[in-house]
């Protein structure tokens, strides 16, 4: 089993990732299945439901041992399946999760299948707050495994606290969809359907689906080919031309087309193109950079012409005759899916009038306030109606964004002059027949954090639907395109009774998100003909080109088996790239002149274009072979024999090419005489030794490639250094400094040469090279930062430009400097200090980047945490030239010693909330740190006593005790409180109780057992025989509500999660009776009622960075 092994990402939730791992590693899990067990199974594949459930019950999870551990096996769509994890995570801090195939071992070559599928880890204490991540994936032999590397936090899961651990069990779900695979390899979308798709560049499939659709749009399509352009314009650097250049490719290419242009015109780098951002926002942003291209040209006004509709905003007084109206202008309409079956219930939920009242009421200009009605009227409906449905919302009781799955119907023929046009305003125009058909849908699969995104087309508005995925088109009948993506659940029986006796519901999490409906008055209009008429001739030309050109590189390709590419290198290449484009070695082949020859040429007759390219008659050219040493240095070898220039140019490769790559590198010496004219080459005996020689000039750091020679190897160096002052332009006496360069990875090695030595007792041969300066004193040579050739090569072959940035600003690269990979810690900080004018350089805090997500490690660098620069800028396998910088207030080592809590106090008596830092010794006690915050805090007397909550979800699940240390509190994921302690609570009697009192309200559109708090939960005393009645006056006075709305509150004993609502009559401290449960906080007093406060009045620190990238176009 092979499988793929990328680094794991640090940011939660936005990676999906195959897991490292191997076949040996560790035990192997044992199938449960009996063998009739799986026959029968093996039997019944052909009659699996393609979806399937599945549940894994772990027993003493925390104590489990196993690297990685694997679920049983079990069947969907015939195929073998199990859930692989990684208890203690695939390293990182993190639970990881994977679906595997659990047969992929014994798979044939070439095997492929396709799922969709769900992992979740189940909240056994509150199932609204089950983790739950969805994605697709192609399964083969390189990736029979996908899934998430950061699935969930360990903390949070380890935490008994949270309900992923009960018991200590911990429950996981899977929900896999397998789907038909057709073979993507010999699958032709142009000739299956007639059309072409977009290439996708990492995860632009959201930008794919919108094109296709703007695309189809035929009005739409031929504006774009008529915004002018000019043939001195790059595509990469104009979006028309861009737009243009891919519109006529996907028209008429014969294979899918890449958007690298269209996304350079707009600006973006490789890491906005592999960021998934909202289709809704990109269209909007697209249009209206379009719409600015087009002023002032022959298609001005075609954006708003297309899309544009506009509806009127009224608020009409009920008792007096005043009404304020306001038209607005759109391109695409929100319609709401949570609660609204279809798209006319979202409409009629547009429309719906809202009553001012009470007080709410509404302050009429001249009339004072008033009763009023407040609404939205359509005045027109635009040619092509854009339905933005949506499916993301924020949940403010997780303080996170989440997908509506729901069920959700639009019809293939749309009326929205129905209720003899109720959606229309006064002013709109009863003429024009607001009828509608349905031309695309465009569809997200998968959850919040990331998925998927295709769309369903109908291209001329014929009965036939096509599926546009990226690079695939497919014909799809209508119920694939309209009603499997309503969304809503779906119940399939179970087949398998060993494994599920009960049949199960499963979400959908494909579904529409998008509809584009085009009026059926405007059809013709806007499905019009286009042809190459409508395309520039410039463009025409140019894109004809650039096919020819592709064509000529496929052909070429298509050839490349009967060529040779002959790499040469000569003194000129060496002259030209050492000491510029490198230091080490001889020459980079990649920037040598290549010639591409035919193999069966016999190698003579390459010399012969040899000499047409440089002018270099055949009998002055001798060729060299390189060869690569043990050392991984690249070097000429040996000259080419007569016999072997005789050979085939294949031959000769083959000879030559251990690798057996397509590539031939030689050298190419030649002679050349004092008068300048070429010489024969020198016999070459097995005496002579060919070295190539650099010079370098410690004043200048600069070091240059000089010559080569032949010398004896019995000679020795003494006798050729008039040669070499020559060489350097040096008096014939000046005393010189030899080393050999031997190797620079994965260290420099440059060895001082003794003069007195042979060449062949200092161990040289063909090819080596010799560095020489002049020779310097001892006095002198501190006048140089680099006084010799091998400090110059460490130097250069450690030194590392660094891109500083503030933390607070991510993006932006506040300053470079020129370091060494090899500077402690104490190097670095103190350069940066300097840079900055900071004059401790212990208050400089790094922290290192992250390659993958191009943000900030979560956690900073630690005071002398690494020993060398090189490390801070390692990520995993790859190395970054970024660091961001802090300016602490204090030095970080003591900085390190201390603990930083966030703590939002609550005045006693205003209605406040103020977060403070408080930062103490690790060692410190909660005592310690409600007396640092009563120094900050303005308290309601000098005597008031304090203490500190855990408050997590709008619930209080701890009073910390005075003593407790404050080392091991985390206030990242939940939020600490710190309040007066009532003087009630003090003086508790025998049979009094202290309550917690939660807020609660109920979502309708979910079970009615689904409880979801709110607001501020606190702490209530009751006494032995209250009634209800009692405590509501108490609790009316502690939250100052009015009685007007205090009427409408109900008050519930909620346990575990399930109200039982209560009369104003019941002993309330008859149901807190104390029992053996969960947690103190699964038994409240509930207070069920609208949420109307502001919905976060405070965020607790989820991160130390925290990046939400808006779509841009930058150009």
């Not at 044992?30 to 067990?37: G, P, Q, Y």
């Not at 047969?103 to 044939?108: E, G, H, M, N, V």
């Not at 003494?718 to 260290?747: H, V």
């Amino acid at each position: 089993m092979t499988m793929m092994t990328p680094p794991p990402l640090e940011q939660e939730d936005e990676e999906i990732l195959v897991p490292h791992q191997e076949l040996t590693e560790g035990p192997q899990p044992m199938e449960v299945l009996s063998a009739e067990t799986a026959n029968a199974l093996e039997s019944q594949q052909v009659e699996d439901p393609p979806t399937f459930k599945y549940r894994w019950t772990i027993e003493n999870f925390s104590r489990l041992n196993a690297k990685k551990l694997y679920s049983d096996i079990f069947y969907v769509g015939g195929y073998k399946w199990r859930v692989l994890m990684f208890p203690k995570g695939n390293n990182v801090d993190h639970l990881s999760m994977y679906l595997d195939v659990a047969d992929s071992a014994t798979l044939p070559y070439g095997w492929s299948r396709f799922a969709q599928f769900s992992l979740a880890i189940v909240n056994q204490v509150h199932g609204k707050y089950t983790i739950r991540k969805d994605t697709q994936h192609q399964f083969n032999g390189r990736e029979s495994d996908w899934g998430f590397t950061s699935f969930m936090s360990l903390s949070e899961l380890y935490d008994p606290s949270r309900g992923y651990l009960v018991n200590d069990t911990c429950v996981i779900e899977a929900e896999v969809t397998v789907r038909k695979v057709i073979d993507y390899w010999s699958y032709d979308s142009k000739k299956e359907t007639g059309y072409v798709g977009l290439k996708n560049q990492g995860a632009t499939c959201y930008m794919n689906s919108l094109l296709q659709t703007l695309y189809h749009i035929p009005y739409f399509r031929k504006a774009v080919y008529h915004m002018p352009t000019t043939e001195n314009d790059m595509p990469s650097g104009s979006i028309p031309l861009a737009l243009q250049s891919l519109f006529y490719k996907l028209q008429y290419s014969d294979n899918s087309v890449a958007t690298k242009e269209l996304t350079k015109s707009f600006g973006w780098d490789t890491y906005d193109s592999f960021m998934q951002h909202d289709v809704q926002e990109l269209n909007r942003v697209l249009c209206e950079k379009l719409e600015d291209k087009m002023k002032g040209t022959v298609v001005e006004g075609t954006i708003q012409h297309l899309f544009e509709g506009h509806h009127m905003n009224y608020i009409e007084c009920i008792n007096v005759d005043y009404k304020s109206t306001r038209k607005e202008s759109f391109y695409d309409l929100q319609l709401d899916v949570k609660g609204c079956r279809d798209v006319y219930a979202s409409f009629d939920k547009y429309v719906e009038v809202e009553r001012l009242e009470g007080d709410n009421k509404y302050q009429a200009e001249n009339h004072g306030l008033q009763d009023a009605k407040k609404g939205v009227l359509f005045i027109d409906f635009p040619p092509v109606l854009q339905l933005q449905l949506k499916r993301f919302e924020y949940d403010f009781m997780r303080d996170t964004m989440v997908k509506i799955n729901d069920r959700y119907e639009f019809p293939l023929q749309l009326d929205l002059d129905r209720g003899n046009g109720k959606y229309l305003s006064p002013d709109a125009d009863r003429r024009v027949r607001n009828l509608y058909t349905l031309h695309s849908v465009l569809v997200h699969s998968g959850g919040v954090h990331g998925g998927h995104y295709y769309a369903f087309i109908r291209p001329t508005l014929s009965d036939q639907w096509f599926k546009f995925d990226d690079e695939r088109v497919t014909k799809e009948d209508a119920k694939k395109a309209l009603e499997e993506q309503y969304g809503g659940e779906e119940e399939l029986p179970q087949t398998n009774p060993g494994f599920n006796n009960s049949p199960f519901k499963f979400t959908k999490y494909s579904n529409a998100y998008m509809l584009v409906y085009i009026r059926e008055s405007d059809k013709e209009k806007i499905m019009c003909d286009v042809d190459e008429k409508d395309i520039a001739e410039h463009l025409r030309i140019r894109l004809k080109k650039e096919q020819e050109e592709k064509e000529h590189k496929k052909k070429e390709k298509a050839e490349a088996h009967l060529y040779t590419i002959i790499k040469v290198a000569r003194n000129e290449d060496l002259i030209e790239q050492i000491g510029k484009e490198i230091f080490f070695d001889l020459v980079d082949h990649d920037k040598v002149r290549a010639f591409r020859i035919q193999k069966q040429l016999p190698f003579n007759h390459f010399k012969e274009d040899v000499f047409k390219e440089f002018g270099i008659p055949v009998q002055f050219q001798r060729f060299w072979l390189w060869a690569k040493r043990q050392n991984h240095t690249y070097r000429p070898n040996r000259p080419l024999t007569p016999q072997e220039e005789a050979q085939s140019v294949g031959q000769l490769r083959e000879v030559s090419n251990k690798t057996h790559n397509a590539e031939l590198k030689l050298l190419l010496e030649v002679e050349i005489g004092p008068d300048l004219h070429f010489l024969p080459p020198p016999p070459k005996t097995k005496e002579d030794i060919l070295l190539f020689f650099k010079l370098y000039d410690p004043e200048k750091e600069n070091l240059r490639f000089v010559g080569r020679l032949f010398v004896k190897a019995l000679g020795k160096p003494s006798e050729i250094l008039s040669k070499l002052n020559e060489l350097a332009e040096f008096p014939p006496n000046e005393e010189i400094d030899l080393y050999e360069e031997i190797k620079f990875e994965p260290n420099v090695m440059c060895e001082h040469i003794d003069m007195r030595m042979s060449f062949k007792s200092s161990q040289l041969e063909d090819g080596d090279i010799i560095c020489y300066q002049k020779s310097l004193t001892s006095a002198n040579r501190n006048q140089f930062r680099y006084p010799d050739v091998p400090s110059f090569l460490e130097y250069v072959r450690n030194r590392q430009v660094v891109h500083f940035r503030s933390l607070e600003k991510p993006k932006e690269d506040d300053f470079s400097l020129e370091l060494s990979k090899l500077f402690t810690y104490d190097d670095v900080v103190e350069r940066v200090a300097r840079q900055l004018g900071v004059d401790d350089s212990s208050k400089i805090r790094l922290t290192s980047h992250n390659c993958y997500s191009q943000q900030p490690k979560p956690q900073p660098i630690k005071y002398r945490g690494v020993d060398h620069l090189l490390d801070m800028l390692v990520h995993y396998n790859q190395t970054s030239d970024i660091l961001y910088y802090e300016i602490l207030d204090i030095p970080l080592p003591e900085l390190q010693g201390l603990k930083t809590l966030k703590v939002a106090f609550h005045h006693a008596t205003k209605e406040e909330v103020a977060i403070h830092t408080i930062r103490l010794p690790k060692n410190s006690t909660v005592a310690d740190v409600i007396n640092d915050l009563k120094t900050k805090v303005e308290l309601s007397r000098p005597d008031a006593e304090v203490r500190l909550l855990e408050v997590f979800y709008h619930k209080i699940y701890k009073i910390f005790p005075p003593g407790e240390k404050i080392e091991n509190i985390n206030d990242q994921y939940w939020t600490l409180r710190a309040e007066e302690i009532p003087e009630e609570e003090k003086i508790l009697g025998l049979h009094d109780r202290m309550i917690h009192v939660y807020h609660f309200t109920r979502d309708s559109n979910q079970n009615q057992m689904q409880v979801q708090n709110f607001g501020e939960p606190f702490f209530l005393v009751i006494k032995e025989g209250e009634t209800l009645a009692d405590i509501k006056i108490r609790i009316q006075t502690k939250l100052q509500v009015l009685d007007d709305e205090f009427s409408k509150w109900k008050f519930a004993f909620i346990s575990l999660g399930r109200p039982e609502y209560l009369q104003d009559s019941d002993i309330v401290s008859n149901r807190f009776q104390r029992r053996d449960i969960y947690g103190a906080w699964e038994q409240y007093l509930g207070l069920e009622h609208s949420d109307t406060a502001p919905k976060k009045a405070y965020t607790t620190n989820q991160n130390r960075h925290t990046f939400e990238k808006p779509v841009k176009i930058y150009n």
